[in-house]
């Protein structure tokens, strides 16, 4: 059975403790990572000038709450680690899949949970991937009737 890492459960613990009830869950099937939890406006502000732009939000997103209202959560297969898209490379859509996959499982866990949640990959949670204009995969937060 896959478990956190020392690593990840203290970034869990900067979180909001229905996103720490769903991923403790979620770990238990499905191994994964987390990145980050709560941020500090410094780097909020980091991510949001970097090139690439790897936030649209410049201050004030879920991420700079405490408890924090997102966490940043990848997959994680062993052997690879994290499955990092990269264009060009053999298993690039896959990948891409591997992605898909992982928050179609949390969005399902969650909603079996009763915790709205909304991933970086279909932020107006209308089913349609095409039509978001930035993609944040690995972006899970509290729906719009938690926070």
Not at 45 to 59: E, V
Not at 89 to 117: P, R, W
Not at 130 to 138: A, H, L, V
């Amino acid at each position: 059975m896959p478990s956190f890492s020392q690593k990840s459960m203290d970034q869990l613990d900067t979180c909001d403790p229905r996103l720490q009830v769903l991923f403790l869950e979620v770990v238990r099937t499905y191994d994964c990572t987390v990145i980050q939890g709560y941020r500090t406006p410094e780097e909020q502000l980091a991510l949001y000038n970097a090139r690439p732009q790897r936030s649209k939000i410049k201050a004030g997103g879920p991420h700079n709450f405490a408890p924090s209202r997102a966490v940043d959560v990848a997959p994680w297969i062993r052997g690879r680690g994290i499955p990092w898209p990269q264009p060009g490379s053999k298993t690039y859509i896959k990948d891409l899949l591997q992605f898909a996959h992982f928050a179609g499982y949390v969005e399902c866990k969650a909603h079996n949970m009763g915790i709205e949640i909304i991933n970086g990959g279909d932020w107006d949670r209308d089913h349609d991937l095409t039509d978001q204009s930035f993609d944040d995969w690995p972006h899970f937060q509290l729906g719009t009737e938690e926070l």
